[in-house]
């Protein structure tokens, strides 16, 4: 079965740019109809999707943050990465990847990485 | 974008009680429309898709039902281990893809 493992810096600055990777196993991230996305979640408040990608290169980012976006692909090694530019304290949350099959629904979901806005 | 509102922000039921749980949608969603669970600590886990069918290993007590703008979770029976947060998110129109602020079922 899939499996999806974020990795990312636990701690960045203000203004800086936000890295992120989605290592996925179990599949193949090259599935035809298959998407990846990102979502993130504010310590103790709702989800917030962020970007799907497909293996194409195909991305879709959310329009409140599109200016800040850019998401890849990297398909020998079935990775799927995220960057996230200017940051502020409100971008603090736990950062999910997800398998967002046919653009429809998230599932499954990794384990989430929480990420710290803080000089 | 399409606002997902769901009722109520907390509900506090005892386990072998019926629970019900309410999406509604700032305009029609079709039946374009799932809910997620999400345990404290842990990540979501689809549980409905499509307002009404139950994702895979998703037990029967689980059930949704709704179309255009009104949608209902209902767990039938709570078990001690429902209790967790519950999150409506809709496909209908986007970007963005947009998720309801959630409903804390509580003991």
């Known amino acids: 079965q899939v499996q999806l493992q974020e990795s990312g810096p636990g701690l960045v600055k203000p203004s800086e740019t936000l890295s992120l990777i989605c290592t996925v196993s179990?599949?193949?991230?090259?599935?035809?109809?298959?998407?990846w996305a990102w979502i993130r979640q504010p310590p103790g408040k709702g989800l917030e999707w962020i970007a799907t990608?497909?293996?194409?290169?195909?991305?879709f980012y959310n329009p409140s943050l599109k200016s800040r976006i850019t998401m890849s692909v990297d398909t020998s090694k079935n990775q799927f990465s995220l960057s996230l530019s200017s940051l502020t304290a409100a971008d603090t949350a736990v950062y999910f990847c997800?398998?967002?099959?046919?653009?429809?629904?998230?599932?499954?979901w990794g384990q989430g990485t929480l990420v710290t806005v803080s000089s | 974008e399409i606002v997902l509102t769901q009722s109520p922000a907390t509900l506090s039921l005892s386990p072998g009680e019926r629970a019900t749980l309410s999406c509604r949608a700032s305009?029609?969603?079709?039946?374009?429309l799932a809910w997620y669970q999400q345990k404290p600590g842990q990540s979501p886990r689809l549980l409905i898709y499509?307002?009404?069918s139950r994702a895979t290993g998703i037990p029967a007590r689980f059930s949704g039902s709704g179309s255009g703008t009104d949608f209902t979770l209902t767990i039938s029976s709570l078990e001690p281990e429902d209790f967790a947060v519950y999150f409506c998110q809709q496909r209908s129109n986007w970007p963005p893809f947009t998720f309801g602020q959630g409903t804390k079922l509580e003991i």
């Open positions: 305009r029609s969603v079709n039946n374009y």
């Open positions: 997800s398998r967002h099959s046919g653009l429809r629904y998230f599932d499954p």
């Open positions: 990608v497909h293996y194409s290169g195909n991305t």
């Open positions: 179990g599949d193949s991230i090259n599935s035809h109809n298959y998407y």
């Open positions: 499509d307002a009404s």
